[in-house]
């Protein structure tokens, strides 16, 4: 493979590893950026990549797919919501438990409806016929840029970040998230907008979810594999910004990338499978100074008690 084609390649790699980072983290801007913290984006991750097999299996239509993968993603935010906005109760251990939560819930759902205790059957990936014949449409590179599910999620990352900087609601929820007596006095309900938030992680959540399952074709046990922690980290790194977060998830789809190719070469496999997390935590290390957090993420808002003030 010559200098160029390899290059090319590790760029197709490394764009089709970060997509799921990116799309989970610009989930976490809306959640955290609304005053809720959403360490729940791993189970959300992963009942995307479930609900996006069921949906493609049942169906036979990868389309239908990414709307169950939304709908999962949703249900699981919605229950991250209810426990923590309505019921006002801990977000990290509401986060934690939703995340096992998910675990037990899709290995269960591979055992009820595939009889399988560790991957599902085999399922189509959205191909529409206009790839191939777009420039670059047959390589590696090019089955990246075209596909629908990718081009999805750069209209949505470049909507996260029109709605939060350049309309009036996306200032309300970023006021939730750091002053929510300013946005309770203009008028808005808190818990409506923190709400709109977390929501707004499932959805985001649940697609990345079917990116990973139409990349492998198939739902394998735990397959999110801690991307929805890396997904936080990059949140932080990229200083609560969706633009800069998705920054951040292409260096560590860089490392994931760089361990893949790396397998092979002599290297302990163990040692290269800690890898992204390794360079996670270094840049958390070097960044997580410079990186300030909404002033009241992870702060419960009773609205009763605002007005009565």
Known sequence: MTGIALAVSMLAQTLRISVPYALAAAGGVFSERSGVVNIALEGILLNGAFFAVVGTHYTGSPYLGILFAMAGGLATAALHALVTVTARADQIVSGLAINIIAFGFTRAGLRILFHSASNSPRIPA???????????????????????????ALLLLAGSLWFLFRTGLGLALRTAGEHPEAAHAAGFSVPRLRWLGVLASGLLGGLGGAWLAFMQHSFTDQMSGGRGYIALAAMIVGKWHPLWAGAACLLFGAAETAQIR????????????????????????????????????????????????
Request: charge should be negative.
């Open 126 to 152: 959205p191909e529409p016929s206009y790839m191939r014949s777009l420039p670059g449409g047959g390589g590696p590179l090019g089955a990246v840029l075209y596909d629908p599910l990718f081009l999805l």
């Open 262 to 309: 790396l397998q092979g070469s002599g290297a302990p496999t163990q040692l290269l499978q800690m890898l992204p997390f390794v360079l996670t935590i270094l840049v958390l290390v070097v960044w997580v100074g410079r990186s300030v957090a909404p002033a009241a993420v992870g702060k419960p808002y009773d609205p009763e008690h605002a007005e009565g003030d």
